[in-house]
């Protein structure tokens, strides 16, 4: 079951309520439309394929920050994977993951206060990650993110796995780093490993191409006295914005390449989605202001524009479109910005089957 879908007399209706009425009932567009029941339903599916495995899925905040979202999530036992203090700020005490190469001190901080963990990315990542432990008094839990060099098979501009990426470690300067975790046992605690190859992944057999050299690692990495638990396989599956009817992997079909390998190390295993998890929840709504002609080219001209949803025009990326734009819900409103001094808009969620007027939600941000 999909949340979007056409009725009948071919209006797009969200959950069954028509698009149309939630426009004529709310005070301004462009607006993001998600379906809360979705939401659910995405995150039943990794729950599922998880299920006789230790595990721990980390929904990747950058994906969308709204707080009602994270607060469904985190109450239906989702975790959180943070890039930034104000987006560990956000999720504090929901059982983090603190990502990134350029952590500040300040944040390392407060993760290690909050008792995160935390991926280490370079040499001067864990510089500042032991100085964050003495600040914070407390020993800080790594996984090491390793940079397994496997191609994802992505766009350039998502993908973060292979050898020349600026992410991660790469094996020759692996032992540098456990001889330094080795001679800091009041500031540092050895977890896990951790590897990201990049967002958009459809093929499941990258993930099992990547687990196994993972556990490889951890292999090396346990002979040497470490007892590390977690196995961390980074993001999600990418969707199916072209609609092309393809069938694509689910977390089951992603969860089932890995499984033996987990249960074979007996790891837990954390993984981190985003998109998979928040992607098709939603659409960004907008109202025609006119139409025009130029040349042999006709326009349709909308009150949305790149300011409320960026990712066509910021690298080519493909969301389907007529009228609203589809599949709107991961890395838009999160990448929304104020440019042509425009208001960031609003978000409005669908909670369940039923007449309108039904429950939406306006965003609700913590201060932050
Ligand atoms: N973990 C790490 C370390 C990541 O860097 C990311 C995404 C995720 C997890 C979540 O990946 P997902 O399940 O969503 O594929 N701005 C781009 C997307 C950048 C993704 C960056 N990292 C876009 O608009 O598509």
Known sequence: KHCFSKSEDGYLCCEGLRVEDVMNNVEKSPFYLYSKPQITRNFQAYRDALEGLDSIIGYAIKANNNLKIFEHLRKLGCGAVLVSGNELRLAL??????????KLLEE??????????????????????VSAARIAGKKVNLLLRINPDVDPQVHPYVATGNKNSKFGIRNEKLQWFLDAVKAL????????????????????????????????????????????????????????????????????????????????RDLNLIIEPGRSL???????????????????????????SMAELIRPS??????GAGLVVHDAGAYCMSMASTYNLK????????EEDGPWPRSVMQRHLKTI
Not at 109 to 129: H, K, R, T, W, Y
Not at 288 to 300: A, C, E, M, R, S
Request: charged fraction near 20%; glycine fraction near 10%.
């Open 314 to 319: 910021l690298y080519d990326a493909y969301q």
């Open 185 to 264: 046992p009041n500031e540092l605690k050895l977890v896990g490993a951790h590897c990201h190859l990049g967002s958009t992944i459809t093929k499941v057999d990258i993930f099992r191409d990547a687990a196994v050299l993972m556990v490889n690692y951890i292999d090396q990495i346990r002979a040497q006295g470490f007892k590390i638990d977690y196995l961390n396989i980074g993001g999600g599956l990418g969707i199916d914005y072209y609609h092309t009817g393809a069938v694509l992997p689910s977390p089951r079909d992603l969860i089932d390449t890995v499984r033996e390998l987990v249960l074979s």
């Open 343 to 350: 208001m960031r808009p609003p978000e409005y969620w669908v």
């Open 93 to 102: 005490h929901a059982g983090c993951i603190f990502n990134g190469n350029g």
């Open 278 to 304: 928040i992607a098709n929840t939603c659409c960004l709504v907008n109202r025609v202001t006119g139409v025009k002609t130029n040349g042999t080219k006709n326009f349709i001209v909308i009150d949305g």
């Open 108 to 129: 390392l901080v407060l993760a290690a206060q909050e008792g995160v963990f935390v991926n280490v990315d370079s040499e001067f990542d864990l510089d500042n990650i």
